[in-house]
């Protein structure tokens, strides 16, 4: 298993214990949706927000992790998209290439994703009262939030245009024989 799938499994797995840490000290009904100065303008029992949470977050790094890839694996080439696709599914060795490119990258987007849930926990239990190791003040939430959004979206988009770039040529091999 490679690093981002191991990194992707650790921090699945740092969310599910901030939830049953955080649990005992979460008001019940608590606040779940909240506007940028962290004022609670929703409401949700405790248990089914500490079970959907969990569920969304498995549910994200099994996508991310084991079903997106397999999906690829399966499905003909018109489905699956990437940079530079009509250079990537022109053979059956270069489908097999981009699958192989594609899981790293699957596994990169679950660290991105899992981030996102780890600091929207993080608000939730601070805007509820639960004690967390680092108060987050009000005035950076925003920007802290839309700033980790766009910048890990950013970054994965780069990352897919490295990932799939088309690769030069062998040296004395002309471009256009691609």
Not at 28 to 41: A, E, H, L, N, S
Not at 134 to 143: N, S, W, Y
């Amino acid at each position: 298993m490679s690093g981002w799938r191991w990194t992707a499994v650790a921090m699945l797995v740092g969310t599910l214990g901030l939830l049953a840490w955080v649990y005992p000290d979460l008001p019940d009904p608590m606040g779940t949706q909240f506007t940028f100065d962290g004022t609670p303008v929703r409401w949700t029992p405790r248990p089914q927000f500490i079970v959907a949470f969990g569920l969304v977050a498995a549910l994200i790094n099994l996508l991310f992790l084991g079903g997106i890839p397999e999906v690829l694996r399966r499905t003909g080439a018109t489905r699956f998209n990437v940079p530079n696709r009509d250079y990537w599914l022109a053979t059956p060795e270069r489908r097999t290439e981009a699958l192989r490119r594609m899981c790293p990258f699957l596994a990169r987007s679950a660290v991105f994703a899992n981030t996102l849930l780890l600091l929207c926990l993080h608000l939730v239990a601070q805007w509820n009262g639960a004690r967390v190791l680092v108060r987050i003040p009000a005035a950076l939430t925003g920007p802290l939030l839309l700033g980790t959004a766009g910048g890990g979206v950013f970054v994965l988009i780069v990352w897919a245009f490295h990932d799939f770039a088309v690769p030069a040529p062998p040296l004395g091999v002309e471009r256009a024989a691609r």
